[in-house]
């Protein structure tokens, strides 16, 4: 398929300088290795050139219907690209200044490049010595996710799906980085949760000094050392907590009551008991009057 018509379905078309590239790089492909050899078809070595022509001139380009077009997955796609490329020798930059131009967030170029410093110090102490020296932090990857966390920390709207085409690469790689830059340089890119887990909270404990228990546990000097303990105890519980137990010890004296009352009216049950006797009056006999015959 011609470039050209490539380029057009993945609306590139405008792109001159995009399709000129793209076509300088497909043809150093045929000449430097087969790229059959990598299991590339010449679609996918056409559209790999394009996505990289693209990175390099700052163009949108469309990973979505580029990996549709090729028929790979997505996996293979980006390790092929990733194949091509190092084949090519050519490495996709990605400027923190231009970064900040395009999506209007200019205030964000000396965080995101205060946290790029610090990520890449403390990555590289947490490695073995050996590792060190072949460790990249060229990649575009690394200046997309930490572009995106300094902008999420700074409550600035940035399009994510743009970012991840303009690096080159996938989603998972994405976040994968995201995750990990946030949890080395929490303090630059980590952002605190809105909402508080319930059981980290704890009692606040400047309010105890108001409470009347407080003050009767100071004023009593004669109170023994058990019952000291146990109010500092009962003092130290979280308020929930401590409105629970107030709650229980008052149920239990209500029910302690309850039962001390009913034992109390209640009879003893080894005295005979003796059953009422029932007087059932009984009428009186009323005299029939039978009426005498007519004589």
């Known amino acids: 398929m011609d470039m050209s018509a490539i380029a057009a379905r993945l609306g590139l078309s405008r792109s001159r300088p995009v399709v000129r590239k793209a076509g300088e790089l497909r043809r150093l492909c045929d000449v430097n290795f087969d790229s059959s050899v990598l299991g590339i078809g010449e679609v996918c070595k056409a559209i790999i050139c394009l996505e990289i022509a693209a990175s390099k001139f700052q163009v949108i380009f469309d990973r979505a219907e580029a990996v549709r077009m090729s028929g790979m997955s997505e996996k293979a796609y980006i390790r092929s690209f990733n194949a091509l490329q190092?084949?090519?020798?050519?490495?996709?930059?990605?400027?923190?200044?231009?970064?900040?131009?395009?999506?209007?967030?200019?205030?964000?170029?000396?965080?995101?490049?205060?946290?790029?410093?610090?990520?890449?110090?403390?990555?590289?102490?947490?490695?073995?010595?050996?590792?060190?020296?072949?460790?990249?932090?060229?990649?575009?990857?690394?200046?997309?996710?930490?572009?995106?966390?300094?902008?999420?920390?700074?409550?600035?709207?940035?399009?994510?799906?743009?970012?991840?085409?303009?690096?080159?690469?996938?989603?998972?790689?994405?976040?994968?980085?995201s995750t990990s830059m946030s949890d080395l340089c929490f303090d630059v890119f980590g952002i605190a949760k809105e909402k508080k887990d319930p059981k980290s909270i704890k009692g606040n404990r400047e309010l105890l000094d108001v409470l009347p228990s407080k003050r009767k546990h100071e004023d009593d000097s004669d109170s023994s050392d058990e019952s000291s303990d146990d109010d500092q105890d009962e003092l130290d519980l979280p308020t929930h907590r401590r409105r629970k137990k107030m709650e229980k010890q008052a149920y239990n004296e209500w029910k302690s009551s309850v039962l001390s009352t009913n034992k109390q009216t209640k009879t003893d049950p080894a005295k005979p008991r003796r059953q009422a006797q029932l007087n059932f009056k009984k009428p009186a006999d009323t005299a029939l009057e039978v009426p005498s015959a007519a004589n």
């Open 86 to 177: 190092n084949g090519l020798g050519v490495k996709t930059t990605l400027d923190v200044r231009e970064l900040g131009i395009q999506f209007g967030c200019v205030r964000l170029i000396p965080f995101v490049q205060k946290g790029l410093s610090l990520y890449k110090e403390r990555f590289l102490a947490a490695l073995p010595p050996s590792r060190r020296a072949s460790t990249d932090f060229g990649r575009p990857v690394f200046t997309a996710a930490a572009f995106y966390l300094c902008a999420k920390r700074h409550k600035l709207k940035v399009d994510k799906l743009k970012l991840i085409d303009l690096c080159g690469t996938s989603s998972t790689e994405f976040t994968t980085v």
